[in-house]
């Protein structure tokens, strides 16, 4: 089956604790994405990656980190620097290219302890 | 910089009737594209349908249909026949064709839907 896997499903971190979402994809997609959502409001880019070890901050990337050593994974790492972490993380991914749709994972939920 | 705006926070609608949600953008460019994604309690985001600014001839994916004015700067959802199952978050993109855009995507804030058995 092809897809997007988020782990874990709900994800607590302590005060001063970094904390790391995974993210794979079985879709042979080049283009990967991090994206938040708050209450209320549309998702918000936090990171993308175009191509393996490569990687572009998007509008919120502040307390934040990403890797991409391989195509398949992307994982998103909360630091300790990011004061308001509480949120809601979907990682998505396409093919690389300006037309190409975007398709999402089923999401982790973090919370702050 | 584009924006999106989903001005009805919440629409209901009876089972098998006809629900329209509004979306409204802002950007200069010409060449874009426009998706309506689905956001059910598990909260999974899931792609409805997408539109080409290029094209003229509206795009339908089964019972979910838009209404898009280019000019007006107007993206409407028609679901027809409205189930159970759709009642959820709906969310209006926009997506720029830019290299410099990234291709990331704008979101409105999202409406939601309300369906009455």
């Known amino acids: 089956d092809g897809g997007i896997t988020q782990s874990p499903k709900y994800l607590f971190r302590k005060e001063g604790q970094n904390v790391t979402l995974s993210c794979e994809q079985n879709l042979n997609h080049d283009a990967m ?3 938040r959502q708050d209450p209320g409001q549309g998702l918000r ?3 993308y990656s175009q191509i393996v070890n ?3 901050k998007g509008d919120i990337a502040e307390g934040y980190s990403v890797s991409r050593e391989k195509k398949e994974s992307f994982p998103l790492t909360v630091t300790s620097a990011q004061k308001n972490p509480t949120a809601f993380y979907l990682c ?6 300006a037309r190409e749709t975007q398709y999402f994972g089923p999401g982790t939920r973090l919370l702050v302890l | 910089a584009q924006t999106v705006t989903q ?15 509004s979306c409204t953008y802002d950007t200069s460019e010409s060449d874009y594209y426009l998706f309506w994604y689905k956001q059910p309690p598990s ?9 080409e600014a290029y094209k003229q001839q509206n795009a339908t994916e089964n019972r979910f249909s838009v209404n898009f004015q280019k000019a007006a700067k107007s993206f409407s959802l028609k679901i027809s026949d409205s189930q159970l199952g759709d009642a959820a978050m709906y969310f209006c993109a926009y ?6 855009s990234n291709y990331q995507l704008i979101w409105g804030a999202g409406t939601k839907l309300i369906i009455k058995p």
């Open chain 1, 33 to 35: 994405y991090w994206y």
């Open chain 1, 45 to 47: 880019l936090i990171y």
């Open chain 1, 54 to 56: 490569d990687f572009q």
């Open chain 1, 92 to 97: 998505a991914s396409s093919k690389r290219g």
């Open chain 2, 7 to 21: 001005s009805q926070p919440e629409m209901s609608v009876q089972e098998a009737e006809t629900v329209t949600l």
């Open chain 2, 43 to 51: 909260r999974q985001m899931i792609l409805v349908i997408r539109q």
């Open chain 2, 95 to 100: 997506r720029s064709v830019k290299m410099d």
